[in-house]
Nanobody, 119 residues
Framework: QVQLVESGGGLVQAGESLRLSCTAS????????MAWYRQAPGKGREMVAT???????TYSNSVKGRSSISVGHDYTNVYLQIDALKPEDTAVYYC?????????????WGHGTQVTVSS
C-alpha cells in the first residue's frame, strides 16, 4: 500500500505564490503519472496539473502560465507551485498518482490540503 500526504496549503493573499507538496510513502512503487487536482466549494473535482513518467506535463487552462508541477528524483514527492494566486484558486488541493506497488496499477489519492486566497 502507498499513502499520499499533501502539505503546504493555507491562507494567502491574491497575487502571492504557494508551493504544495505531496509525499508518497509505503510500499516501493513504479509511477505512471502524478497529478494535482482541486475541488472548490460547490464544484466538482478538476485536474490542475499532471506529470507523466516520460517527463511530460499538462496544465489546466485556469493555471497555465503561472504554475509548475515537478517531482523529486525518486518520485516520492510531487510539487505544485502556483504564482499570482487568485481568489478563484481557493479549493482543496489533492494529490493523485497512478502507481504500481505490486498489485497492478492503482489510483491513489491524498486527503487534500486547503488553499484559501483572499482578495
Amino acid at each position: 500500500q502507498v499513502q499520499l500526504v499533501e502539505s503546504g496549503g493555507g491562507l494567502v493573499q491574491a497575487g502571492e505564490s504557494l508551493r504544495l507538496s505531496c509525499t508518497a510513502s509505503g510500499t516501493p512503487f513504479r509511477m505512471n503519472y502524478m497529478a494535482w487536482y482541486r475541488q472548490a466549494p460547490g464544484k466538482g473535482r478538476e485536474m490542475v496539473a499532471t506529470f507523466n513518467s516520460d517527463g511530460g506535463t499538462t496544465y489546466s487552462n485556469s493555471v497555465k502560465g503561472r504554475s509548475s508541477i515537478s517531482v523529486g528524483h525518486d518520485y516520492t514527492n510531487v510539487y505544485l507551485q502556483i504564482d499570482a494566486l487568485k481568489p478563484e484558486d481557493t479549493a482543496v488541493y489533492y494529490c493523485k498518482a497512478l502507481l504500481h506497488a505490486g498489485h497492478g496499477w492503482v489510483d491513489y489519492w491524498g486527503h487534500g490540503t486547503q488553499v484559501t486566497v483572499s482578495s
